[in-house]
């Protein structure tokens, strides 16, 4: 990703203590964030801080210090013979726990992570259009985004988060995410019951028809007929 595609890893370069490299990359991700969300409120700020503690723990072991490949050492090591923890490619984890032999830059994890983190910041950014437009207006975010789901931003933060735990698992950041999950959705609640007392009926209408988080397969199957 980003930065990481400049940087290789063989025998002549060190894989882990790149310190300034782990700032770099958590620093252009989170500001990809910002750009892409532009947070405005305490919630914004607290969704941001929750994603950037997430993406700076993410990088802190990828370059910095490998703490999950620390920990696993000696049972993969023993399950996995031909595994290295010192190398870089070792912190991707999935190909060497389910025993395949392969560059792990194209397992299946990996190219799906790249789906998830490319279509989560497009989500938010095409949700923070509408949202930015309807709250100029003083209306309700129906369409875009907001005609699949009622929380597309926070589902973009998800997804980007879920990506990069497919690309690049550790002990942390498996922790943090479905702690941040939780998070999430308070947030949501919370802030549905804000805009429920300032549009009423007509959010409660809107949300009766509209899914939180997961949006329904049939409205995705008739949008795309269209």
Do not use: C
């Not at 031909?82 to 994890?109: K, Q």
Request: hydrophobic share 55%; aromatic share 16%.
């Amino acid at each position: 990703m980003v930065v990481t595609v400049v940087v290789a890893m063989n025998g002549d370069v060190p894989a882990y203590g790149l310190w300034f490299l782990a700032a770099l990359n958590a620093g252009i991700f989170i500001l990809f964030a910002f750009s892409f969300f532009k947070p405005a409120t305490t919630r914004d700020w607290r969704s941001l801080g929750a994603f950037s503690a997430f993406i700076v723990a993410l990088f802190a072991e990828m370059y910095g210090f490998p703490l999950t490949l620390y920990l696993l050492a000696g049972w993969l090591g023993s399950t996995v013979p031909a595994f290295d923890p010192l190398s870089h490619d070792a912190g991707h984890l999935w190909p060497a726990l389910f025993g395949w032999s392969m560059n792990p830059h194209f397992s299946p994890f990996h190219l799906l992570s790249y789906i998830f983190i490319g279509g989560g910041f497009m989500l938010i950014a095409a949700a923070w259009r509408v949202l930015h437009d309807a709250q100029k207006k003083g209306i309700l975010a129906t369409t875009g985004p907001y005609a699949r789901l009622r929380h597309p931003q926070y589902v973009g933060f998800a997804l980007i988060m879920i990506g990069f735990f497919l690309q690049w698992p550790t002990l942390v950041t498996g922790l943090m995410l479905p702690v941040l999950l939780v998070m999430y959705w308070r947030l949501a609640k919370s802030e549905e019951r804000e805009v429920e007392e300032a549009f009423g009926d007509q959010y409660r209408r809107y949300a009766s028809e509209v899914p939180a988080f997961l949006p329904r397969i049939g409205g995705l199957l008739n949008s795309s007929g269209r």
